[in-house]
């Protein structure tokens, strides 16, 4: 894959050359021709035939960019504990020189400016970049010359300086490995180098038990103490470990043969993931032409290093976000909350509609919270440098059980450090049904006939989290057969479907939920999905598209199926717009149901109960039920939800008596003579027959006026 980053970057290189004319446009365009015929890059073509020359290029470049160039440059070897290569590899940039406070670094295209940027902030450093020959970058992509032999000596120097120290430290050992890729690199030492990575390899793995033997100090210590030092460093550790994993899942992948223990398994997922986030293909070293066997040892022997320097350098926060990340799938939660307070830190598990502290990773939490933070915002490819504005990102991440799960992380920012809130949006629970929705048998059977109408509009109400999402893409999933054109607009897009073209609305670029469906209107599309109702520009546009062929289904924040109504009217949609177009309405909640395991009956002689079954118009024989809490339910008595909806079918005298403007109550005293149940009454069949609590009922569901 390297070798397409080459290729990419002479692209790059030779589209640079053309927009600054550094090549008379003719003779560029006959390069051009020529090169795509003989399956060769324009830019290869061009030096070939002398129509540029490198220094002319670079020259061009400087006076562009008022950058110097260097036209013998020579890299050194990096510093690895402040600087990975793998940022070098993959972002065409070579280190010069590291005078401390500032480092040189080489690049060919300006496009790495950006990078090295990010790269000033990453190390707190001032970074001086320089335009140097692209071959020097290419040597560097293919790991050959990223270490000079001038460098020798140095390296000599800190071997020596490791095998002399007993007790290593995290950075040292970091030295070391760069070292032995350095002298099997160069393939002209072979002796050496052999029987050091075995060396290495036994020291770290003597650490590695060490560390076993006493985990809750040694996860709470490694962190800890480069914080105190510089949170910078802590941070780069971080992306550079993440960057190591990524390596090692790319070197793993095509020769089965690797080291990669069975404990690194989790990490090789969220390698997976990390690449996947971050859309890069893997530059693997077998790539290399390379046939010695040398040669072969180095792309292996540094790998089977950066396995323990993974685990003894960050492995500690990496490993525990991936434990939380994985226990969270695992035991089917919504959402992970990561929140820092005065004194402390906490992780929160929301599961059932319930928020749940996750006490085991209080401590660890409290002391590196910085940490994880970063590590999240890594995985999630956010800008870790960023800490004052909210941000939001995506993970990929593939479960141990091959399952595919998206992470969407939302960052905020408080006064105390940021708040992270992962939302689990698992693509198995796609496969929702409408019959699993929740619905009476004479909801669905009204639902069904809706959605099956040629046009008209639905709307499913309620507030957030009532799981409104969940009743639409059920709807979606009975509507999306290959006869038909859907189209959705998002925020977010949560789950991708197979057959729908789904939009992701920005508002920031003016992408709204009104401009999308405008669009769409031009996209000849039978059902359209907008994701919510905000202003009066959407409401507009969405009911006249569902008087005009189209079945269109969106949401709206409203209590109650009627409000529905008010609402579009308060928007300032005519009423007879709003009667036409409307031709159904779900209101909806999510109730958690009684933990099976530990639910027993409720006392009914109290007061309070009694004043509620008289309140409520609860039969004398309803079972009325309680959870009073198990380890199954985690103590909380509750165990699923279900949902609990009122079904709004806008019938011909509803149509009339919306568009002559009559009030609320009106409309749902006709609405009731019609046969239509309000949530509070469809929601009493869960208190009846025990489901359901009185508690969770009373704090659920809306009262009826
Ligand atoms: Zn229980």
């Given at each position: 894959?390297?070798?397409?980053?080459?290729?990419?970057?002479?692209?790059?290189?030779?589209?640079?050359?053309?927009?600054?004319?550094?090549?008379k446009a003719?003779?560029?365009?006959?390069?051009?021709?020529?090169?795509?015929?003989?399956?060769?890059?324009?830019?290869?073509?061009?030096?070939?035939?002398?129509?540029?020359?490198?220094?002319?290029?670079?020259?061009?470049?400087?006076?562009?960019?008022?950058?110097?160039?260097?036209?013998?440059?020579?890299?050194?070897?990096?510093?690895?504990?402040?600087?990975?290569?793998?940022?070098?590899l993959?972002?065409?940039?070579v280190p010069?020189?590291?005078?401390?406070?500032?480092?040189?670094?080489?690049?060919?295209?300006?496009?790495?400016?950006?990078?090295?940027?990010?790269?000033?902030?990453?190390?707190?450093?001032?970074?001086?970049?320089?335009?140097?020959?692209?071959?020097?970058?290419?040597?560097?992509?293919?790991?050959?010359?990223?270490?000079?032999?001038?460098?020798?000596?140095?390296?000599?120097?800190?071997?020596?300086?490791?095998?002399?120290?007993?007790?290593?430290?995290?950075?040292?050992?970091?030295k070391?490995?760069?070292?032995?890729?350095?002298?099997?690199?160069?393939?002209?030492?072979?002796?050496?180098?052999?029987?050091?990575?075995?060396?290495?390899?036994?020291?770290?793995?003597?650490?590695?038990e060490?560390?076993?033997?006493?985990?809750?100090?040694?996860?709470?210590?490694?962190?800890?103490?480069e914080e105190?030092?510089?949170p910078?460093?802590?941070?780069?550790?971080?992306?550079?470990?993440?960057?190591?994993?990524?390596?090692?899942?790319?070197?793993?992948?095509?020769?089965?043969?690797?080291s990669?223990?069975?404990?690194?398994?989790?990490?090789?997922?969220?390698?997976?993931a990390?690449?996947?986030?971050?859309?890069?293909?893997?530059?693997?070293?077998?790539?290399?032409?390379?046939?010695?066997?040398?040669k072969?040892?180095?792309?292996?022997?540094?790998?089977?290093?950066?396995?323990?320097?993974?685990?003894?350098?960050?492995?500690?926060?990496?490993?525990?976000?991936?434990?939380?990340?994985?226990?969270?799938?695992?035991?089917?939660?919504?959402?992970?909350?990561?929140?820092?307070?005065?004194?402390?830190?906490?992780?929160?598990?929301?599961?059932?509609?319930?928020?749940?502290?996750?006490?085991?990773?209080?401590?660890?939490?409290s002391?590196?919270?910085?940490?994880?933070?970063?590590?999240?915002?890594?995985?999630?490819?956010?800008?870790?440098?960023?800490?004052?504005?909210?941000?939001?990102?995506?993970?990929?991440?593939?479960?141990?059980?091959?399952?595919?799960?998206?992470?969407?992380?939302?960052?905020?920012?408080?006064?105390?450090?940021?708040?992270?809130?992962?939302?689990?949006?698992?693509?198995?629970?796609?496969?929702?049904?409408?019959?699993?929705?929740?619905?009476?048998?004479?909801?669905?059977?009204?639902?069904?006939?809706?959605?099956?109408?040629?046009?008209?509009?639905?709307?499913?109400?309620?507030p957030?989290?009532?799981?409104?999402?969940?009743?639409?893409?059920?709807?979606?999933?009975?509507?999306?057969?290959?006869?038909?054109?859907?189209?959705?607009?998002?925020?977010?897009?949560?789950?991708?479907?197979?057959?729908?073209?789904?939009?992701?609305?920005?508002?920031?670029?003016?992408?709204?939920?009104?401009?999308?469906?405008?669009?769409?209107?031009r996209?000849?599309?039978?059902?359209?999905?907008?994701?919510?109702?905000?202003?009066?520009?959407?409401?507009?546009?969405?009911?006249?598209?569902?008087?005009?062929?189209?079945?269109?289904?969106?949401?709206?924040?409203?209590?109650?199926?009627?409000?529905?109504?008010?609402?579009?009217?308060?928007?300032?949609?005519p009423?007879?717009?709003?009667?036409?177009?409307?031709?159904?309405v779900?209101?909806?909640?999510?109730?958690?149901?009684?933990?099976?395991?530990?639910?027993?009956?409720?006392?009914?002689?109290?007061?309070?109960?009694?004043?509620?079954?008289?309140?409520?118009?609860?039969?004398?024989?309803?079972?009325?039920?309680?959870?009073?809490?198990?380890k199954?339910?985690?103590?909380?008595?509750?165990?699923?939800?279900?949902?609990?909806?009122?079904?709004?079918v806008?019938?011909?005298?509803?149509?009339?008596?919306?568009?002559s403007?009559?009030?609320?109550?009106?409309?749902?005293?006709?609405?009731?003579?019609?046969?239509?149940?309000?949530?509070?009454?469809?929601?009493?069949?869960?208190?009846i027959?025990?489901?359901?609590?009185?508690?969770?009922?009373?704090?659920?569901?809306?009262?009826?006026?």
């Amino acid at each position: 894959m390297s070798r397409d980053q080459i290729a990419d970057l002479k692209d790059d290189l030779s589209g640079q050359i053309k927009e600054l004319g550094l090549v008379k446009a003719d003779v560029y365009d006959k390069h051009a021709k020529q090169a795509a015929n003989m399956g060769t890059t324009v830019f290869d073509l061009l030096l070939k035939d002398g129509a540029i020359n490198v220094e002319q290029m670079l020259t061009g470049f400087s006076k562009k960019y008022n950058i110097p160039f260097d036209i013998k440059p020579e890299p050194i070897v990096p510093e690895i504990e402040k600087f990975p290569v793998s940022f070098c590899l993959k972002n065409a940039v070579v280190p010069l020189k590291d005078n401390g406070k500032s480092m040189e670094m080489g690049m060919c295209h300006p496009s790495a400016l950006n990078s090295l940027k990010n790269l000033g902030l990453m190390l707190g450093k001032k970074i001086d970049a320089k335009f140097i020959p692209p071959e020097v970058i290419f040597e560097s992509i293919l790991q050959k010359h990223i270490h000079t032999t001038s460098d020798m000596e140095k390296a000599k120097l800190l071997k020596q300086e490791n095998i002399a120290k007993s007790k290593k430290t995290v950075s040292q050992s970091n030295k070391t490995v760069e070292l032995k890729m350095e002298n099997v690199v160069s393939g002209k030492k072979p002796a050496a180098p052999a029987l050091d990575i075995s060396k290495l390899k036994k020291d770290s793995e003597k650490k590695k038990e060490k560390e076993e033997q006493n985990i809750p100090m040694s996860v709470l210590d490694v962190p800890k103490k480069e914080e105190e030092k510089t949170p910078e460093v802590n941070i780069e550790e971080l992306k550079k470990s993440a960057a190591k994993i990524d390596e090692r899942k790319k070197t793993a992948e095509p020769s089965k043969e690797k080291s990669s223990s069975a404990s690194s398994a989790p990490k090789l997922d969220l390698a997976g993931a990390l690449a996947k986030a971050k859309n890069e293909e893997p530059t693997a070293p077998e790539s290399e032409p390379a046939k010695e066997t040398p040669k072969k040892a180095a792309a292996k022997a540094p790998e089977v290093i950066e396995d323990d320097v993974a685990g003894e350098v960050t492995g500690d926060v990496v490993n525990v976000v991936d434990e939380i990340l994985s226990e969270a799938v695992s035991t089917g939660v919504s959402d992970i909350h990561i929140e820092i307070f005065k004194e402390t830190a906490q992780i929160r598990f929301r599961g059932n509609g319930s928020l749940l502290a996750q006490s085991k990773y209080r401590k660890f939490i409290s002391t590196s919270y910085p940490a994880v933070v970063a590590r999240i915002k890594i995985l999630a490819n956010l800008d870790i440098a960023e800490r004052r504005l909210p941000q939001d990102g995506k993970i990929s991440y593939v479960a141990k059980d091959g399952t595919e799960v998206d992470f969407r992380i939302s960052v905020l920012p408080t006064n105390l450090g940021e708040r992270i809130v992962i939302r689990i949006l698992n693509s198995s629970s796609l496969a929702v049904t409408l019959s699993a929705i929740g619905f009476t048998e004479k909801q669905e059977e009204e639902f069904l006939q809706a959605i099956s109408m040629p046009q008209g509009m639905i709307l499913v109400t309620g507030p957030t989290g009532s799981g409104k999402s969940t009743t639409l893409y059920g709807a979606m999933n009975q509507l999306n057969t290959p006869d038909v054109n859907i189209l959705t607009a998002e925020d977010p897009v949560e789950y991708t479907m197979s057959g729908i073209s789904q939009v992701q609305v920005r508002e920031d670029i003016g992408l709204t939920f009104a401009s999308a469906l405008r669009s769409f209107l031009r996209q000849d599309p039978e059902i359209i999905l907008v994701g919510e109702i905000r202003d009066a520009e959407t409401a507009d546009i969405a009911s006249k598209a569902a008087l005009t062929g189209h079945l269109v289904l969106s949401t709206l924040h409203t209590n109650s199926a009627i409000g529905a109504i008010s609402r579009l009217v308060n928007m300032g949609l005519p009423p007879y717009l709003v009667s036409s177009a409307l031709s159904l309405v779900v209101a909806q909640r999510l109730i958690r149901k009684n933990c099976e395991k530990c639910s027993v009956e409720v006392d009914k002689t109290t007061k309070e109960i009694k004043k509620f079954m008289g309140e409520y118009n609860i039969p004398e024989d309803a079972k009325l039920m309680k959870g009073k809490g198990c380890k199954a339910c985690n103590n909380t008595g509750y165990s699923g939800r279900r949902g609990v909806h009122e079904v709004l079918v806008v019938t011909a005298e509803l149509e009339a008596a919306i568009s002559s403007g009559q009030n609320e109550s009106a409309i749902l005293k006709l609405a009731e003579e019609q046969g239509f149940k309000t949530i509070s009454e469809s929601g009493q069949r869960f208190l009846i027959d025990g489901t359901v609590s009185v508690e969770e009922y009373l704090r659920v569901i809306p009262k009826d006026e």
